[in-house]
């Protein structure tokens, strides 16, 4: 199996746990709570990368930057997901927000000058569609 399949697939599954855990937790403690406490997570797992043999922190400004507002956008999307987790569905939250490559592709379009195929185009429409399907209920 290639290495991008193996950590691909691993990251379907953490995801998917990331995605089912809140809601349970959110039957007991407020979404900011929950936040805090997934972030308490992140950290400990950001500390055993220390402890990697190959791991080496880099420094630049711009790489820095980037991952630091990525960092703050993650956030807040977690955040705001939590109040969608606590309030709804987790069955439509979880496939609404799962749809968020497309802002990326956007972006990467705009700003980066990335090219769609006519195919990837339709895809793009068919998940616009499943939003007003999947939210508009029965």
């Given at each position: 199996?290639?290495?991008?399949?193996?950590?691909?697939i691993l990251a379907l599954l953490f995801w998917g746990l990331w995605g089912f855990f809140p809601k349970v937790a959110s039957n007991y403690i407020s979404p900011e709570s929950i936040l805090v406490y997934q972030t308490l997570g992140?950290?400990?797992?950001?500390?055993?990368?220390?402890?990697?043999?190959?791991?080496?922190?880099?420094?630049n400004?711009?790489?820095?930057?980037?991952?630091?507002?990525g960092g703050v956008a993650g956030t807040l999307g977690s955040l705001f997901f939590l109040y969608a987790v606590k309030t709804g569905k987790l069955s439509v939250v979880i496939t609404i927000t799962a749809l968020y490559p497309m802002i990326t592709i956007f972006l990467a379009v705009l700003l980066l000058k990335e090219n769609l195929s006519l195919?990837?185009?339709?895809?793009?429409?068919?998940?616009?569609?499943?939003?007003?399907?999947?939210?508009?209920?029965?």
């Open positions: 199996m290639d290495k991008w399949l193996f950590f691909s992140c950290l400990s797992v950001v500390i055993l990368l220390f402890f990697l043999p190959e791991f080496e922190m880099e420094f400004f711009k790489g820095i930057l980037f991952s630091f507002l195919k990837q185009v339709v895809g793009i429409i068919f998940a616009l569609v499943s939003i007003v399907l999947i939210a508009g209920g029965e």
